[in-house]
């Protein structure tokens, strides 16, 4: 992947690749917060597993949005890093990027549909089509399947933290225009 950042570059991100970072962003932290009430406060608030459904419904469409957003990310370019960042550090937040492409956005959702399906549950998206079972029934790794799902939820929530306070620092101590590339209508200066 590290030939894309050869594509020429712009000043800030396309309209339509900030549209699909803020979407699949809203997605991804409202599948987090869903996910973590309906296994947390299951008697409270999920009692009929109507949030487990829920989350499902939400979380299953990141899979789709991501096949469209990589292949936009492919064939577009985006803008370069500034060049107060040292070489060591551009190659540490692409690398970031990559990451989160592959954990948060493929690793998760394939985590997930990995668990319903050896625990034989469907899964509606947005609660209209079922997704097929990636393998069949397997009460024999249903607490492995939940685990994976279990860790990478955790990790990646601790990755997305991070990558929202590094860019909150680009803007509020680089004062470097990163953040604003990725805003509505907004563009890095220079
Ligand atoms: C096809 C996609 C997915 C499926 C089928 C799925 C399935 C599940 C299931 C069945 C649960 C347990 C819910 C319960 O016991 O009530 C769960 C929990 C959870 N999921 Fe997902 N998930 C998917 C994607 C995601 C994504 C994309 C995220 C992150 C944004 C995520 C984050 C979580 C979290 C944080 C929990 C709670 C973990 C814990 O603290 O035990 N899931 N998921
Ligand atoms: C409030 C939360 C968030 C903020 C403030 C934020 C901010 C940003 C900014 C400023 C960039 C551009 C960085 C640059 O040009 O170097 C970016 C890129 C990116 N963000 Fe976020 N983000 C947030 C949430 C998320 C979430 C939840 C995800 C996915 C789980 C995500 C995935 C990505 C990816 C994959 C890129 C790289 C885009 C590319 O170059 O192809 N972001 N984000």
Known sequence: MANLNKLPTVSSYH??????????????????????IAVHFRDELNPHHQLTFLHKAIASTVLFLSAVRIAWRITHPLPALPATMSPAMQRAAHF???ALYAFA???LP???????SVADKPIMVLGLVQLPPL????????????LVHQLLAWSLGMMVLGHAAAALKHHLVHKDGVLLSMLPGRGRKG
């Open 15 to 36: 309209p339509a690749a900030k549209f699909q970072h803020w979407l699949m962003a809203a997605i991804w932290i409202g599948a987090w917060v869903i996910g973590f």
């Open 96 to 98: 970031g990027h990559y």
């Open 135 to 146: 393998v069949g029934p397997a009460p024999q790794y249903y607490d492995l399947a939940k």
């Open 110 to 116: 394939l985590s997930g549909w990995m668990w319903s």
């Open 105 to 107: 956005l493929i690793a």
